[in-house]
Every structure is written in structure tokens, then in C-alpha cells.
């Protein structure tokens, strides 16, 4: 309950009994807290005094609200590493997390006369009952080397399994570069944005097989809850 008598105002009680649930764990990552209404009951106090707590645990990351739904727990942001660039489906996997695709756009154009089959999907993990999307990358790979790939179905199968068991290509090396991007309405919605954010991270390049064939142009952009690991070597020599 709110102590109405304290100097402390009713939305801060409240934003700091629900921050300590979180991190308790009594409240779990990915878990729904409760809605308005059950707050509005448990805690005797107003909509009003709820939504500014909220904002306060949106504002701090603790949470992230899904119009609809309900606001969702997410404790930590995901750790991506930038050594592991792409294979998005393979490296949830090796977390034991389950990962999810939304294909946005999918066609065919031709680029400087070689045609090309353009895939967009916004990427992102599940857990309970609960999507965050992380990202979304778009991917230009050549039709002639990969004949009826746009037969597949990206949302149920990983592009890099499929180029590796259907046409015995692996992914392995990538060329890429970081630069800032506006955000757009699309970005804003899928990866559910904050108002006053501006700009995101944009990684952009090419795909090499085993054979060092450049077999995709990828473009992507990241969510603000991911954080890149970013390793490289040093030349002591100079």
C-alpha cells in the first residue's frame, strides 16, 4: 500500500515498490506486471499516480510497454557481440533463447542489371508470452546463386541454415561498416522507440562464403537495448 501521509509523492512509493519487485526478481524478465486497473486496486491510488511510475521504470529500461498488452519486464538489455555479426537465429540458440522473425518485405529487384531477392524482417526474442524486437536488417542476395529461395518461408526458418543446407554455402566472414541512422515511423514502431529518441545504429556491408563469394549485402538496425562487445587486436609493434 501507498502511504498517503508521507511527504514522499504517491507516483515515486509507487515507481519504487514496483522497481524493488523487478529486481527481487518477484516480477520476471519478460513477465506482464500488473495492468492499471489490478494497480489501481492493489495499491488504492489513481491512474494517474500509476502512469507516472511507469514512465519512470520506462525511462530507467526496467520495463518496456506494448500498446494492447500490457508493460512487460525487461530487466537487462541483450548483449550482442559484433564478433558475431549475423546468424541472428544461431546465436539466440547458443543462449537458449528462442528468436523471432517478421518478414516485412520480401521481392525481387535488379540492381546494376543482376536481379536479387530483398528480404526485410524485423528480428527479436521471445520469452513467455512476450516479443522484444531488436532489430531490423534487410538482406540482398544474388537470385543467381541462390535459384527458388524465395520459395522458403523466413519466418519459420533461418536464412543462414537454409543457404547452408539447401545450397551448401556458409556465412563466414563480413565486411562491415557502423554509421548513425534517422529513425523512421517503421523503426519507431517495431522496435517500440521512445519519443526523443533520434537516431539509431546502422551496420551495413557484405556477406563472404567459404569460397570468399560475396553472397549478401545486409543492412541493419538496432534497437537502443543492445549492446555491442566490440573486440579487436592491438599491433604492439607501433
Known sequence: MLDKNDFTPLYIQLYRQLRLKIVNGEYKQGEAIPSET?????????????????SLLVNEGLVHQVRGKGTFV??????????????????LKNRNELAVSKVLDQCRITIDGE???????ARGVKKEDSVTY???????LPVSLFPDLDKNSFENESLYKILRDKYLVKPTRSEI?????????????????????????????????????????????????IEFNIMTSINSSK
Do not use: W
Open 115 to 121: 536481379e536479387y531477392y530483398q528480404l526485410t524482417r
Open 134 to 140: 531488436l532489430m531490423i536488417d534487410t538482406s540482398l
Open 74 to 91: 525487461r530487466l537487462s538489455p541483450l548483449q550482442y557481440s559484433i564478433t558475431n555479426f549475423g546468424g541472428f537465429t544461431d546465436y
Open 38 to 54: 489490478e494497480m489501481m486496486k492493489l495499491f488504492d491510488t489513481t491512474r494517474g499516480t500509476i502512469r507516472k511510475a511507469l
Open 177 to 225: 561498416s557502423l554509421s548513425p541512422v534517422l529513425i523512421d515511423d517503421q523503426m519507431r514502431n517495431i522496435l517500440e522507440l521512445k519519443d526523443d529518441e533520434v537516431a539509431l545504429l546502422k551496420a551495413e556491408g557484405n556477406i563472404y562464403d567459404q569460397n570468399n563469394r560475396k553472397i549478401e549485402k545486409v543492412k541493419i538496425v538496432y534497437s537502443p537495448t
